[in-house]
Protein backbone atom coordinates (compact mmCIF):
# COMPACT_ATOMS: atom_id res chain seq x y z
CA UNK A 1 0.00 0.00 0.00
CA UNK A 2 0.91 3.48 -1.07
CA UNK A 3 2.71 4.97 2.42
CA UNK A 4 1.09 8.31 3.27
CA UNK A 5 2.15 11.88 2.96
CA UNK A 6 4.99 13.04 5.48
CA UNK A 7 6.03 17.02 5.84
CA UNK A 8 7.86 18.13 8.77
CA UNK A 9 7.74 22.32 9.16
CA UNK A 10 10.63 23.80 11.22
CA UNK A 11 11.99 27.04 12.22
CA UNK A 12 15.26 28.29 10.02
CA UNK A 13 16.11 31.22 12.42
CA UNK A 14 15.98 31.39 16.48
CA UNK A 15 11.99 30.34 16.95
CA UNK A 16 8.56 32.90 16.55
CA UNK A 17 8.82 32.49 12.96
CA UNK A 18 5.00 32.20 13.22
CA UNK A 19 5.05 28.33 12.82
CA UNK A 20 1.75 27.81 14.86
CA UNK A 21 -0.09 29.78 11.73
CA UNK A 22 1.43 27.82 8.87
CA UNK A 23 0.61 24.49 10.55
CA UNK A 24 -2.70 25.86 10.93
CA UNK A 25 -3.29 26.87 7.75
CA UNK A 26 -1.64 23.50 5.89
CA UNK A 27 -3.39 21.07 8.60
CA UNK A 28 -6.10 20.15 7.18
CA UNK A 29 -4.33 18.39 4.34
CA UNK A 30 -2.99 16.19 7.15
CA UNK A 31 -4.75 13.84 9.81
CA UNK A 32 -2.25 13.54 12.01
CA UNK A 33 -0.05 16.53 13.53
CA UNK A 34 3.05 15.44 15.40
CA UNK A 35 5.08 17.70 17.83
CA UNK A 36 8.74 15.87 18.12
CA UNK A 37 10.64 18.33 20.48
CA UNK A 38 11.21 20.80 23.11
CA UNK A 39 8.14 21.27 25.57
CA UNK A 40 6.11 24.12 26.80
CA UNK A 41 8.58 26.59 26.07
CA UNK A 42 7.65 26.71 22.84
CA UNK A 43 4.50 28.99 21.95
CA UNK A 44 2.39 28.72 18.77
CA UNK A 45 -0.08 31.40 18.19
CA UNK A 46 -3.02 30.62 16.26
CA UNK A 47 -5.55 33.12 15.40
CA UNK A 48 -8.93 31.57 13.95
CA UNK A 49 -11.19 34.71 12.72
CA UNK A 50 -9.94 36.55 15.54
CA UNK A 51 -9.95 34.12 18.10
CA UNK A 52 -6.38 33.91 19.75
CA UNK A 53 -5.16 30.15 20.84
CA UNK A 54 -1.54 30.18 22.56
CA UNK A 55 -0.29 26.27 22.21
CA UNK A 56 2.68 25.67 23.75
CA UNK A 57 2.50 21.49 23.96
CA UNK A 58 -0.50 20.19 22.17
CA UNK A 59 0.10 20.73 18.37
CA UNK A 60 -1.56 23.37 16.49
CA UNK A 61 -3.77 20.20 14.54
CA UNK A 62 -6.03 20.27 17.52
CA UNK A 63 -7.48 23.22 16.38
CA UNK A 64 -8.71 21.29 12.93
CA UNK A 65 -11.22 18.79 13.47
CA UNK A 66 -10.99 15.84 11.73
CA UNK A 67 -7.05 16.07 12.72
CA UNK A 68 -5.10 14.45 15.50
CA UNK A 69 -2.28 15.64 17.56
CA UNK A 70 0.50 13.36 18.58
CA UNK A 71 2.82 14.31 21.44
CA UNK A 72 5.82 12.56 20.49
CA UNK A 73 8.63 10.69 22.49
CA UNK A 74 11.04 13.78 21.88
CA UNK A 75 9.32 16.09 23.76
CA UNK A 76 9.61 16.85 27.58
CA UNK A 77 6.46 16.85 29.03
CA UNK A 78 5.14 19.11 32.26
CA UNK A 79 2.32 17.21 33.54
CA UNK A 80 0.40 20.26 34.70
CA UNK A 81 1.19 22.20 31.89
CA UNK A 82 -0.41 19.69 29.75
CA UNK A 83 -3.18 19.46 31.59
CA UNK A 84 -3.77 23.24 31.88
CA UNK A 85 -4.08 23.62 28.15
CA UNK A 86 -6.15 20.47 27.90
CA UNK A 87 -8.42 22.23 29.98
CA UNK A 88 -8.50 25.68 27.96
CA UNK A 89 -8.83 24.32 24.73
CA UNK A 90 -11.87 22.11 26.53
CA UNK A 91 -13.07 25.38 27.82
CA UNK A 92 -13.09 27.21 24.02
CA UNK A 93 -15.00 24.18 22.63
CA UNK A 94 -11.61 22.18 21.15
CA UNK A 95 -12.52 18.38 20.78
CA UNK A 96 -9.19 16.87 23.01
CA UNK A 97 -10.64 13.78 24.20
CA UNK A 98 -9.97 11.03 21.59
CA UNK A 99 -8.07 13.48 18.97
CA UNK A 100 -4.87 13.87 21.55
CA UNK A 101 -2.27 11.13 21.78
CA UNK A 102 1.02 11.29 24.01
CA UNK A 103 3.97 9.02 23.62
CA UNK A 104 4.43 6.83 26.89
CA UNK A 105 8.41 7.47 25.84
CA UNK A 106 8.40 10.88 26.48
CA UNK A 107 9.98 12.23 29.38
CA UNK A 108 8.48 14.21 32.00
CA UNK A 109 9.78 17.70 33.36
CA UNK A 110 9.15 17.94 37.59
CA UNK A 111 9.70 20.66 39.71
CA UNK A 112 12.82 19.88 40.42
CA UNK A 113 13.74 20.65 37.18
CA UNK A 114 12.39 24.00 37.50
CA UNK A 115 14.28 24.80 40.79
CA UNK A 116 17.90 23.16 39.02
CA UNK A 117 17.54 25.52 36.07
CA UNK A 118 16.90 28.68 38.00
CA UNK A 119 19.69 28.02 39.84
CA UNK A 120 22.13 27.69 37.13
CA UNK A 121 20.78 30.53 35.54
CA UNK A 122 21.15 32.83 38.41
CA UNK A 123 24.10 31.43 39.98
CA UNK A 124 27.85 33.79 39.66
CA UNK A 125 30.38 32.62 36.93
CA UNK A 126 27.44 30.68 34.88
CA UNK A 127 26.87 31.97 31.32
CA UNK A 128 23.03 33.27 31.59
CA UNK A 129 21.54 31.67 28.79
CA UNK A 130 18.17 33.32 29.21
CA UNK A 131 15.95 30.44 29.01
CA UNK A 132 12.35 30.03 29.59
CA UNK A 133 12.21 28.71 33.27
CA UNK A 134 10.58 26.09 32.19
CA UNK A 135 12.99 23.08 33.56
CA UNK A 136 13.09 22.18 29.60
CA UNK A 137 16.88 22.08 30.06
CA UNK A 138 17.41 19.75 33.28
CA UNK A 139 14.96 17.15 31.91
CA UNK A 140 17.03 16.53 28.99
CA UNK A 141 19.71 16.39 31.35
CA UNK A 142 17.92 13.99 32.90
CA UNK A 143 16.75 12.07 30.07
CA UNK A 144 20.42 11.88 28.17
CA UNK A 145 22.13 10.94 32.16
CA UNK A 146 19.38 7.81 31.94
CA UNK A 147 17.96 8.76 35.06
CA UNK A 148 14.80 10.65 33.84
CA UNK A 149 11.48 9.42 34.48
CA UNK A 150 9.40 8.73 31.50
CA UNK A 151 5.46 9.00 31.02
CA UNK A 152 5.03 5.46 31.13
CA UNK A 153 6.87 5.56 34.55
CA UNK A 154 4.86 8.12 35.61
CA UNK A 155 1.48 5.95 35.11
CA UNK A 156 2.84 3.53 37.62
CA UNK A 157 2.24 4.52 41.17
CA UNK A 158 5.21 2.77 42.92
CA UNK A 159 8.16 3.72 40.31
CA UNK A 160 6.81 7.60 40.47
CA UNK A 161 7.09 7.34 44.21
CA UNK A 162 10.91 5.87 44.41
CA UNK A 163 11.95 8.43 41.53
CA UNK A 164 10.65 11.50 42.88
CA UNK A 165 11.59 10.50 46.45
CA UNK A 166 15.49 9.59 45.18
CA UNK A 167 15.79 12.42 42.86
CA UNK A 168 14.52 15.05 45.38
CA UNK A 169 17.09 13.70 48.32
CA UNK A 170 19.55 14.23 45.27
CA UNK A 171 18.62 17.64 43.33
CA UNK A 172 17.55 19.02 46.33
CA UNK A 173 21.45 18.26 48.22
CA UNK A 174 22.99 19.74 45.02
CA UNK A 175 20.58 22.84 44.49
CA UNK A 176 21.13 23.58 48.08
CA UNK A 177 24.88 22.96 47.95
CA UNK A 178 25.41 24.71 44.30
CA UNK A 179 22.40 27.46 44.68
CA UNK A 180 21.10 27.67 47.92
CA UNK A 181 17.68 26.72 46.85
CA UNK A 182 15.09 25.62 48.87
CA UNK A 183 14.36 22.32 49.05
CA UNK A 184 11.49 20.66 47.37
CA UNK A 185 9.14 17.96 49.16
CA UNK A 186 9.13 14.79 47.66
CA UNK A 187 5.98 13.85 49.40
CA UNK A 188 3.35 16.75 48.33
CA UNK A 189 5.57 16.06 44.95
CA UNK A 190 4.42 12.79 44.63
CA UNK A 191 0.71 13.12 45.88
CA UNK A 192 0.08 15.87 42.91
CA UNK A 193 2.30 14.16 40.11
CA UNK A 194 -0.33 10.97 41.07
CA UNK A 195 -3.48 12.93 40.74
CA UNK A 196 -2.03 14.10 36.96
CA UNK A 197 -0.76 10.77 36.13
CA UNK A 198 -4.42 9.84 36.47
CA UNK A 199 -5.79 12.97 34.43
CA UNK A 200 -3.23 11.80 31.70
CA UNK A 201 -3.68 8.00 31.56
CA UNK A 202 -5.96 8.43 28.80
CA UNK A 203 -3.94 10.14 26.44
CA UNK A 204 -1.04 8.24 26.79
CA UNK A 205 -0.16 5.71 23.99
CA UNK A 206 2.52 4.09 22.22
CA UNK A 207 2.85 6.89 19.66
CA UNK A 208 5.33 5.61 17.22
CA UNK A 209 3.39 2.39 16.73
CA UNK A 210 0.11 4.72 15.81
CA UNK A 211 2.06 6.73 13.59
CA UNK A 212 3.80 4.40 12.28
CA UNK A 213 0.71 2.37 10.96
CA UNK A 214 -1.00 5.57 10.15
CA UNK A 215 1.57 6.47 7.38
CA UNK A 216 1.42 2.70 6.19
CA UNK A 217 -2.44 2.92 6.02
CA UNK A 218 -1.95 5.88 3.77
CA UNK A 219 -2.70 8.69 6.04
CA UNK A 220 -0.35 12.12 5.87
CA UNK A 221 1.36 13.11 9.02
CA UNK A 222 3.08 16.66 9.52
CA UNK A 223 5.30 16.92 11.85
CA UNK A 224 5.67 20.33 13.86
CA UNK A 225 9.17 21.76 15.08
CA UNK A 226 9.05 23.91 17.90
CA UNK A 227 12.13 26.52 18.45
CA UNK A 228 14.31 26.41 15.35
CA UNK A 229 17.33 25.40 13.97
CA UNK A 230 19.34 28.33 15.29
CA UNK A 231 18.14 26.78 18.82
CA UNK A 232 19.03 23.69 17.73
CA UNK A 233 21.40 21.88 20.53
CA UNK A 234 23.64 20.72 17.92
CA UNK A 235 23.39 22.91 15.05
CA UNK A 236 22.15 25.87 16.91
CA UNK A 237 24.38 29.28 18.53
CA UNK A 238 25.87 27.04 21.39
CA UNK A 239 25.33 27.49 24.10
CA UNK A 240 22.74 29.61 23.44
CA UNK A 241 20.58 27.21 22.40
CA UNK A 242 17.24 25.24 23.80
CA UNK A 243 18.31 21.11 25.01
CA UNK A 244 16.50 19.71 21.93
CA UNK A 245 16.81 18.58 18.32
CA UNK A 246 14.77 21.68 16.61
CA UNK A 247 16.10 20.71 13.13
CA UNK A 248 14.12 18.23 11.09
CA UNK A 249 16.83 15.19 12.07
CA UNK A 250 14.11 15.99 14.98
CA UNK A 251 11.19 14.64 13.81
CA UNK A 252 13.19 11.41 12.87
CA UNK A 253 14.55 10.68 16.64
CA UNK A 254 11.19 12.23 18.67
CA UNK A 255 8.76 10.22 17.10
CA UNK A 256 10.06 7.14 15.89
CA UNK A 257 9.07 7.36 12.26
CA UNK A 258 12.18 6.49 10.01
CA UNK A 259 14.35 8.41 8.40
CA UNK A 260 13.20 7.41 4.84
CA UNK A 261 9.81 8.52 5.31
CA UNK A 262 10.07 12.07 5.84
CA UNK A 263 8.86 13.37 1.91
CA UNK A 264 8.71 17.19 2.24
CA UNK A 265 10.36 20.08 4.23
CA UNK A 266 9.27 23.41 5.04
CA UNK A 267 10.95 26.10 6.16
CA UNK A 268 9.76 29.40 8.16
CA UNK A 269 11.37 32.34 8.42
CA UNK A 270 10.53 35.16 9.28
CA UNK A 271 10.60 38.82 6.51
CA UNK A 272 13.09 40.23 8.77
CA UNK A 273 14.84 38.39 11.88
CA UNK A 274 13.91 38.12 15.92
CA UNK A 275 15.48 36.10 18.69
CA UNK A 276 14.49 36.20 22.44
CA UNK A 277 17.26 35.36 25.18
CA UNK A 278 20.53 35.76 24.99
CA UNK A 279 23.52 34.75 22.18
CA UNK A 280 24.64 35.78 18.90
CA UNK A 281 22.29 37.79 16.54
CA UNK A 282 24.45 38.90 13.70
CA UNK A 283 22.21 41.11 12.02
CA UNK A 284 20.60 42.57 14.85
CA UNK A 285 19.19 46.57 15.50
CA UNK A 286 19.03 48.43 17.75
CA UNK A 287 17.36 52.11 18.23
CA UNK A 288 14.27 53.58 16.32
CA UNK A 289 14.09 50.95 13.64
CA UNK A 290 14.36 48.05 16.48
CA UNK A 291 11.46 49.43 18.11
CA UNK A 292 9.44 49.96 14.26
CA UNK A 293 10.17 46.39 13.83
CA UNK A 294 9.11 44.94 17.48
CA UNK A 295 5.73 47.61 17.22
CA UNK A 296 4.46 46.56 13.86
CA UNK A 297 5.38 42.58 14.90
CA UNK A 298 4.18 42.72 17.65
CA UNK A 299 7.81 41.29 18.72
CA UNK A 300 6.59 40.02 22.23
CA UNK A 301 7.04 36.28 23.47
CA UNK A 302 3.76 34.05 23.64
CA UNK A 303 5.24 31.95 26.41
CA UNK A 304 7.20 34.75 28.38
CA UNK A 305 6.10 38.16 27.70
CA UNK A 306 9.57 39.06 27.18
CA UNK A 307 10.39 41.55 24.15
CA UNK A 308 12.32 40.05 21.48
CA UNK A 309 15.61 41.52 19.73
CA UNK A 310 14.95 42.67 16.33
CA UNK A 311 17.41 42.82 12.66
CA UNK A 312 17.01 42.18 8.77
CA UNK A 313 16.61 38.87 7.35
CA UNK A 314 20.37 36.51 7.11
CA UNK A 315 20.72 34.91 4.36
CA UNK A 316 23.87 33.02 5.42
CA UNK A 317 21.82 32.08 8.16
CA UNK A 318 19.15 30.67 5.68
CA UNK A 319 21.53 28.95 3.82
CA UNK A 320 22.76 26.99 6.31
CA UNK A 321 19.22 26.44 7.91
CA UNK A 322 18.43 24.65 4.41
CA UNK A 323 21.16 22.76 4.25
CA UNK A 324 21.03 21.44 7.89
CA UNK A 325 17.32 20.52 7.16
CA UNK A 326 17.23 19.98 3.77
CA UNK A 327 14.16 22.65 3.63
CA UNK A 328 11.82 22.18 0.30
CA UNK A 329 10.21 25.66 0.62
CA UNK A 330 10.32 28.38 2.63
CA UNK A 331 7.54 30.10 4.33
CA UNK A 332 7.86 33.59 4.54
CA UNK A 333 6.10 35.34 7.41
CA UNK A 334 5.32 39.15 8.45
CA UNK A 335 5.75 40.59 5.51
CA UNK A 336 3.59 43.12 6.48
CA UNK A 337 5.34 44.27 9.31
CA UNK A 338 7.80 46.00 6.88
CA UNK A 339 4.99 47.28 4.29
CA UNK A 340 6.61 50.88 5.90
CA UNK A 341 10.23 51.07 5.11
CA UNK A 342 12.23 53.32 2.40
CA UNK A 343 14.65 50.09 2.05
CA UNK A 344 14.77 46.91 3.29
CA UNK A 345 18.65 45.86 4.55
CA UNK A 346 18.90 42.27 3.76
CA UNK A 347 22.67 40.51 5.02
CA UNK A 348 23.80 38.64 2.01
CA UNK A 349 27.21 37.47 3.39
CA UNK A 350 29.40 38.00 6.72
CA UNK A 351 33.20 39.33 7.11
CA UNK A 352 35.38 38.24 9.89
CA UNK A 353 37.99 40.16 10.95
CA UNK A 354 37.98 41.98 7.27
CA UNK A 355 37.49 38.14 5.52
CA UNK A 356 34.13 37.70 4.01
CA UNK A 357 32.42 34.43 5.08
CA UNK A 358 29.06 32.48 3.73
CA UNK A 359 28.82 29.99 6.29
CA UNK A 360 28.16 30.28 10.02
CA UNK A 361 31.13 30.28 12.65
CA UNK A 362 30.87 27.55 15.27
CA UNK A 363 31.92 29.57 17.87
CA UNK A 364 29.87 31.81 19.65
CA UNK A 365 32.90 34.51 19.82
CA UNK A 366 33.59 33.83 16.10
CA UNK A 367 29.90 34.72 15.89
CA UNK A 368 30.67 38.12 18.07
CA UNK A 369 33.08 39.61 15.38
CA UNK A 370 30.74 38.91 12.54
CA UNK A 371 30.30 41.90 10.55
CA UNK A 372 27.09 41.64 8.01
CA UNK A 373 27.26 42.33 4.54
CA UNK A 374 24.26 44.27 3.75
CA UNK A 375 22.37 45.01 0.27
CA UNK A 376 19.61 47.13 0.59
CA UNK A 377 16.19 46.48 -1.58
CA UNK A 378 13.74 49.54 -2.55
CA UNK A 379 10.78 49.00 0.06
CA UNK A 380 7.39 48.96 -1.29
CA UNK A 381 5.62 51.21 1.05
CA UNK A 382 2.50 50.05 0.59
CA UNK A 383 0.22 47.99 2.73
CA UNK A 384 0.66 43.80 1.98
CA UNK A 385 -2.09 43.17 4.81
CA UNK A 386 -4.25 40.62 4.19
CA UNK A 387 -3.10 40.21 0.61
CA UNK A 388 -4.06 36.55 -0.78
CA UNK A 389 -1.98 36.09 -3.90
CA UNK A 390 1.48 36.63 -5.29
CA UNK A 391 -0.08 38.74 -7.98
CA UNK A 392 -1.62 41.32 -5.70
CA UNK A 393 1.85 41.75 -4.40
CA UNK A 394 3.80 45.11 -4.99
CA UNK A 395 6.51 44.57 -7.65
CA UNK A 396 8.92 45.65 -5.25
CA UNK A 397 7.69 43.33 -2.21
CA UNK A 398 7.51 40.48 -4.77
CA UNK A 399 11.15 41.31 -5.81
CA UNK A 400 12.34 41.02 -2.13
CA UNK A 401 10.73 37.38 -1.96
CA UNK A 402 12.31 36.42 -5.25
CA UNK A 403 15.86 37.15 -4.07
CA UNK A 404 15.37 35.62 -0.71
CA UNK A 405 14.41 32.46 -2.98
CA UNK A 406 17.47 32.94 -5.80
CA UNK A 407 20.21 33.26 -2.37
CA UNK A 408 19.09 30.70 0.31
CA UNK A 409 18.54 27.72 -2.33
CA UNK A 410 15.00 26.95 -1.57
CA UNK A 411 11.84 28.53 -3.40
CA UNK A 412 9.18 30.61 -1.65
CA UNK A 413 5.75 28.27 -1.21
CA UNK A 414 3.79 30.65 1.13
CA UNK A 415 3.13 33.99 2.19
CA UNK A 416 1.95 35.44 5.27
CA UNK A 417 0.60 38.75 5.42
CA UNK A 418 -1.28 38.86 8.35
CA UNK A 419 -2.30 36.48 11.59
CA UNK A 420 -5.51 35.43 10.44
CA UNK A 421 -5.29 32.27 8.67
CA UNK A 422 -6.52 33.46 5.70
CA UNK A 423 -4.50 36.37 5.27
CA UNK A 424 -2.13 34.09 3.61
CA UNK A 425 -0.77 34.31 0.08
CA UNK A 426 -0.27 30.02 -1.59
CA UNK A 427 2.17 30.00 -4.72
CA UNK A 428 0.43 27.47 -7.14
CA UNK A 429 2.92 24.96 -7.24
CA UNK A 430 3.40 24.49 -3.77
CA UNK A 431 -0.39 24.90 -3.63
CA UNK A 432 -0.60 21.84 -5.97
CA UNK A 433 1.58 19.64 -4.00
CA UNK A 434 -0.45 19.63 -1.50
CA UNK A 435 -3.77 19.04 -3.24
CA UNK A 436 -2.11 16.23 -5.22
CA UNK A 437 -1.19 14.83 -1.33
CA UNK A 438 -4.71 15.48 -0.30
CA UNK A 439 -6.35 14.04 -3.42
CA UNK A 440 -3.98 10.79 -3.05
CA UNK A 441 -4.60 10.13 0.95
CA UNK A 442 -6.42 8.23 2.25
CA UNK A 443 -9.57 9.45 4.09
CA UNK A 444 -8.92 11.09 7.46
CA UNK A 445 -10.11 9.58 10.92
CA UNK A 446 -13.09 10.72 11.93
CA UNK A 447 -13.39 13.75 9.03
CA UNK A 448 -16.75 14.52 8.15
CA UNK A 449 -17.50 13.34 4.35
CA UNK A 450 -20.39 14.36 2.41
P1 LIG B 1 14.89 26.94 27.07
O1 LIG B 1 14.35 26.26 25.87
O2 LIG B 1 13.82 27.42 28.02
O3 LIG B 1 15.95 26.13 27.76
O4 LIG B 1 15.63 28.28 26.57
C1 LIG B 1 16.83 28.25 25.81
C2 LIG B 1 16.85 29.35 24.76
O5 LIG B 1 15.88 29.06 23.77
C3 LIG B 1 16.51 30.75 25.30
O6 LIG B 1 17.26 31.71 24.58
C4 LIG B 1 15.03 30.89 24.96
O7 LIG B 1 14.65 32.25 24.84
C5 LIG B 1 14.98 30.16 23.63
N1 LIG B 1 13.66 29.61 23.33
C6 LIG B 1 13.08 28.52 23.85
N2 LIG B 1 11.86 28.32 23.32
C7 LIG B 1 11.67 29.28 22.42
C8 LIG B 1 10.60 29.60 21.52
O8 LIG B 1 9.57 28.92 21.43
N3 LIG B 1 10.79 30.69 20.75
C9 LIG B 1 11.92 31.44 20.80
N4 LIG B 1 12.93 31.19 21.61
C10 LIG B 1 12.82 30.13 22.43
Known amino acids: MKRGNTTVIIGAQWGDEGKGKIVDVLSHNFSIVARYAGGHNAGHTVIIQGKKFVLQLVPCGVLRSGCRSVIGNGVVL ?3 ALLKEVKMLRDAGVHVDGNLFVSNRAHVILPYHRMIEMGAENAPGRVKIGTTSRGIGPAYEDKMGRRGLRVADLLDSSLLKSTVENACREKNMIAHALFNSEPLDADSMYAEYARAAEEIAPFVT ?8 ALAEGESVMFEGAQATMLDIDHGTYPFVTSSSCTAGGA ?4 GVPPNAIQTVIGVT ?13 SEVEGTIADQLRAR ?8 GRSRRCGWI ?8 QMINGVNWWVVTKLDVLDVLDEVPVCVGYRINGKKYDSIPALAIGFDRVECVYEKMPGWKTSTEGVTSFEQLPKKAQEYLRFIERESGAKVGMVSTGPDRDQTVLLPEFAAGFRAVTENAAPQKGARTK
Not at 252 to 255: H, R, S
Not at 314 to 321: A, E, F, G
Request: with cysteine; charged share 15%; aromatic share 10%.
Open 78 to 80: DPL
Open 314 to 321: DLPLLRYS
Open 206 to 213: DTALLLNQ
Open 270 to 282: KAYCTRVGGGPFP
Open 297 to 304: GNEYGAVT
Open 252 to 255: VTGT
